[in-house]
C-alpha cells in the first residue's frame, strides 16, 4: 500500500473516504469537507499482487481497514459497478468491490454508492469525462501539489462526489442532469 499524506485539521466537520475498486489496483482517497471547502487528507492504491483470488481480497480488506484506522474517515463513497462486455471481469471487479465494502462496513461507516456517470457529473461537470479530466479536476479542486495516480483520483472525485451531493440527501445526483433510459441513468 503506498500513500500521500497531508496535516489533518482537528476541526474538521466530516471526513469521507472515496474507494475506487479494482481487483488489481484499489484507489483510496480520504478529504475533508468544512462547511463548503474540501480538503485533501490522503490518498493512494492497493495493489494486490498475482495469486488466488481470495488473498487478493483479503489485501484489499486489510489494506482499506489500516485506512480507515489511520484517517478515521465518518461516511465511505465508493463507485458502482458498470457491466462491461466480459461478464467475468465485471464479476472479478464485484468481489473486489465487495471486500472494499466489507472493510466499511466493518467500521461501522455509512456506504454511498455511485455510477462512474454520477461521480465524473459531480467533479469535471461532465459525465462522460476522461481519465485526465478527472485528475485535472481533483488536483484544482483540492488544491493538490501533484496529480493523483488515475486510481487515487477516481477515489477522491468519489469523495468530492459525496461531498457535494450526497451528505444529507443521499441520492440527490440521480436526479440532476441524468436521464433515465432503459432502466440506466446516462
Same mark, same amino acid.
Given at each position: 500500500?503506498?500513500?500521500?499524506?497531508?496535516? #489533518?485539521?482537528?476541526?474538521?466537520?466530516?471526513?469521507?473516504?472515496?474507494?475506487?475498486?479494482?481487483?488489481?489496483?484499489?484507489?483510496?482517497?480520504?478529504?475533508?469537507?468544512?462547511?463548503?471547502?474540501? $480538503?485533501?487528507?490522503?490518498?493512494?492504491? /492497493?495493489?494486490?499482487?498475482? *495469486?488466488?483470488?481470495?488473498?487478493?481480497?483479503?489485501?484489499?480488506?486489510?489494506?482499506?481497514?489500516?485506512? /480507515?484506522?489511520?484517517?478515521?474517515?465518518?461516511?465511505?463513497? /465508493?463507485?458502482?459497478?458498470?457491466?462491461?462486455?466480459?461478464?467475468?471481469?465485471?464479476?472479478?471487479?464485484?468481489?473486489?468491490?465487495?471486500?472494499?465494502?466489507?472493510?466499511?462496513?466493518?467500521?461501522?461507516?455509512?456506504?454511498?454508492?455511485?455510477?462512474?456517470?454520477?461521480?465524473?457529473?459531480?467533479?469535471?461537470?461532465?459525465?462522460?469525462?476522461?481519465?485526465?479530466?478527472?485528475?485535472?479536476?481533483?488536483?484544482?479542486? #483540492?488544491? #493538490?501539489?501533484?496529480?493523483?495516480?488515475?486510481?487515487?483520483?477516481?477515489?477522491?472525485?468519489?469523495?468530492?462526489?459525496?461531498? $457535494?451531493?450526497?451528505?444529507?440527501? #443521499?441520492?440527490?445526483?440521480?436526479?440532476?442532469?441524468?436521464?433515465?433510459?432503459? *432502466?440506466?441513468?446516462?
Amino acid at each position: 500500500m503506498k500513500a500521500a499524506h497531508s496535516d #489533518l485539521s482537528p476541526q474538521s466537520s466530516v471526513r469521507i473516504l472515496g474507494i475506487d475498486p479494482g481487483l488489481r489496483i484499489t484507489g483510496f482517497g480520504v478529504i475533508d469537507k468544512e462547511g463548503q471547502q474540501l $480538503h485533501y487528507v490522503a490518498s493512494g492504491c /492497493i495493489k494486490t499482487p498475482d *495469486g488466488e483470488l481470495p488473498a487478493r481480497l483479503r489485501v484489499i480488506l486489510d489494506s482499506l481497514a489500516e485506512v /480507515i484506522a489511520m484517517h478515521k474517515p465518518q461516511l465511505a463513497a /465508493i463507485e458502482k459497478v458498470f457491466v462491461n462486455v466480459n461478464p467475468q471481469s465485471t464479476l472479478l471487479l464485484g468481489q473486489a468491490r465487495g471486500a472494499a465494502i466489507c472493510a466499511a462496513v466493518l467500521a461501522d461507516l455509512p456506504v454511498a454508492e455511485y455510477t462512474a456517470l454520477q461521480v465524473k457529473q459531480a467533479v469535471v461537470g461532465n459525465g462522460h469525462a476522461d481519465k485526465e479530466q478527472v485528475q485535472s479536476m481533483v488536483t484544482r479542486l #483540492l488544491k #493538490l501539489s501533484g496529480t493523483p495516480s488515475p486510481d487515487a483520483a477516481d477515489a477522491l472525485a468519489c469523495a468530492i462526489c459525496h461531498a $457535494h451531493g450526497g451528505l444529507g440527501n #443521499l441520492g440527490a445526483l440521480a436526479g440532476k442532469s441524468f436521464k433515465v433510459r432503459g *432502466g440506466r441513468m446516462v
